[in-house]
Nanobody, 128 residues
Framework: QVRLVESGGGLVQAGGSLTLSCVASGRAFFALYAMGWFRQAPGKEREFVSAIQSGVSSTYYADSVKGRFTITRDNNMNTAYLRMNNLEPEDTAVYYC????????????????????WGQGTQVTVSS
């Protein structure tokens, strides 16, 4: 069974930085699967933040985080990362990583429905 475990969340002042990690276990060939980051703020729907494909590892970002967040992956460590710089109070949310059931690239990387496995989430709080 695929398991995703996020870490790295916390409380930070506006303008600060955090790096989230997502460790995957339960299957081989981590590099073959797309990874995504989503977030959910209180009273709001879960929203796409960033994704990284398998293969050449193309990356994608929501407009709200473009230029501030960077997604990477270490296939040897079965880990995806989300580096978050210049954090804003609006970034406060629970952050979830997700991955797909099937290998290879996905087209609707921004849709939560594209992902089959989810972590438990890690809280990010940005104070003003």
């Amino acid at each position: 069974q695929v398991r995703l475990v996020e870490s790295g969340g916390g409380l930070v002042q506006a303008g600060g930085s955090l790096t989230l990690s997502c460790v995957a276990s339960g299957r081989a060939f981590f590099a073959l699967y797309a990874m995504g980051w989503f977030r959910q703020a209180p009273g709001k729907e879960r929203e796409f933040v960033s994704a990284i494909q398998s293969g050449v590892s193309s990356t994608y970002y929501a407009d709200s985080v473009k230029g501030r967040f960077t997604i990477t992956r270490d296939n040897n460590m079965n880990t995806a990362y989300l580096r978050m710089n210049n954090l804003e109070p609006e970034d406060t949310a629970v952050y979830y990583c997700a991955t797909t059931r099937f290998a290879n690239a996905i087209s609707n990387y921004y849709s939560a429905k594209e992902y089959d496995y989810w972590g438990q989430g890690t809280q990010v709080t940005v104070s003003s």
